[in-house]
C-alpha cells in the first residue's frame, strides 16, 4: 500500500494561501486572515460536531477559526456568527469550528478510492488531552477545540454511513494519540482525544462514482480511506506543532546562555567576582509543556 502523502499546505516560505482539492473538483481550502476557510462548489450533505452550525444539514463551506488561549468563551457561537459576518461569509449553510492552533499547523491528506473522493484536514495539538471512559474533571464551559477535523467526501453515502465515517475517522484520531505515546495528564493513561475535539464531515451526493456507500467501517475501501488520511493529517499537525515547541525552546534557552555568558563579561569588566552571589532576579518566560496551544 502506497504511503500517505501529507502536507502542510500553509507552512511554506513564500506566503502559500490557497490549497486546490485533487480529488473533489472545485474544493477549496484557503488560509484567511485568522481563519482556514473550506469552501465546497456546491452545497454538501452534511454532519458536524461545529460550535456554529453543528449538527445535521446542508453546507456550503466550514470555517477553523484561530483564537488564542486566553479567549473568553462565554458565548462562542455568538463570537463565531459576528466572525461570520465580518468577513462576508452568509451564515446558512456555513459551519464554524475554533482552534487555539496556530494554523500554519493545518494538514491535509487526500485519497481517491475509485469509489470516492475524500479529503481531510486537522488541526491538531494534545495540551489538553483526555482519556474517555475514565475518571477525570470535567468543564461545563466551552474551550476552543484541539483536534479539529475537517473531513470531505466527494461521493454517494446514506445517512448511516455519514455517521459511520466519523465513528471511522475518531477511532482514526484516537489510535494516532496512542502510537504516538500521548497520555491524559490526569491519570496517566493513553489519551483518546482532547476535551475539546470537534468534526465536520460533508458529502458531496456525487454520482460520478459508480458507488452506493451504506458503510464506512474499517472493512470497507471507504472506511479504510477515511482511517488512514485521518490517522495521516491528526499525526503530521502533532508532529508539525512539537517541532514548533522544540524550537521555541531552543530559544529560550540559546537566549538565557547568551545573557548569562553577556552577564559574565560585564561583571568581569568591571572587576566584579563572577561567582559572588547576586541580587535576585526574574526569570525569563518559559514555554509551557503544551507549547503555549491548545
Not at 484557503?30 to 452550525?53: C, K, M, N, Q, T
Not at 483564537?67 to 455568538?78: A, F, I, K, L, T
Request: charged fraction near 20%.
Amino acid at each position: 500500500m502506497d504511503e500517505i502523502e501529507v502536507r502542510l499546505p500553509f507552512n511554506l516560505e513564500g506566503g502559500v494561501k490557497a490549497y486546490q482539492s485533487k480529488v473533489w473538483p472545485g474544493l477549496a481550502l484557503e488560509w484567511r486572515e485568522g481563519h482556514l476557510l473550506l469552501e465546497f462548489p456546491a452545497e454538501a450533505d452534511s454532519i458536524s460536531s461545529a460550535v456554529y452550525g453543528g449538527g445535521a444539514g446542508r453546507l456550503k463551506r466550514a470555517v477553523n477559526q484561530y483564537v488564542s488561549r486566553d479567549y473568553e468563551c462565554s458565548n462562542p457561537v455568538q463570537d463565531l456568527e459576528n466572525k461570520l459576518q465580518e468577513w462576508g461569509y452568509p451564515l446558512e449553510g456555513c459551519a464554524g469550528l475554533m482552534t487555539a492552533v496556530p494554523l500554519e499547523h493545518a494538514a491535509v491528506a487526500e485519497e481517491d478510492t475509485g469509489s470516492a473522493g475524500i479529503f481531510c484536514c486537522v488541526t491538531a495539538a494534545a495540551g489538553n488531552a483526555a482519556r474517555a471512559g475514565s475518571e477525570r474533571s470535567v468543564l461545563a464551559a466551552y474551550r476552543p477545540g484541539t483536534i479539529n477535523i475537517m473531513l470531505g467526501i466527494d461521493g454517494w453515502l446514506s445517512q448511516s454511513a455519514m455517521v459511520n465515517a466519523v465513528m471511522t475517522a475518531t477511532e482514526a484520531k484516537a489510535a494516532a494519540l496512542a502510537d504516538l505515546g500521548i497520555t491524559d495528564s490526569e491519570n496517566g493513561l493513553i489519551a483518546t482525544g482532547t476535551t475539546t475535539d470537534a468534526i465536520v464531515l460533508a458529502v458531496s451526493g456525487s454520482r460520478r462514482y459508480a458507488a452506493e456507500h451504506v458503510y464506512a467501517g474499517t472493512a470497507t475501501d471507504l472506511g479504510g480511506a477515511i482511517g488512514r488520511l485521518v490517522y495521516a493529517a491528526v499525526t503530521e499537525s502533532l508532529r508539525s506543532v512539537e517541532a514548533a515547541k522544540s524550537v521555541s525552546r531552543a530559544q529560550v534557552e540559546e537566549s538565557e546562555v547568551a545573557q548569562g555568558v553577556h552577564a559574565e563579561e560585564s561583571q568581569a569588566a568591571h572587576g566584579v567576582d563572577a561567582e559572588a552571589p547576586e541580587a535576585p532576579r526574574s526569570d525569563l518566560p518559559r514555554i509551557s509543556q503544551s507549547g503555549g496551544w491548545e
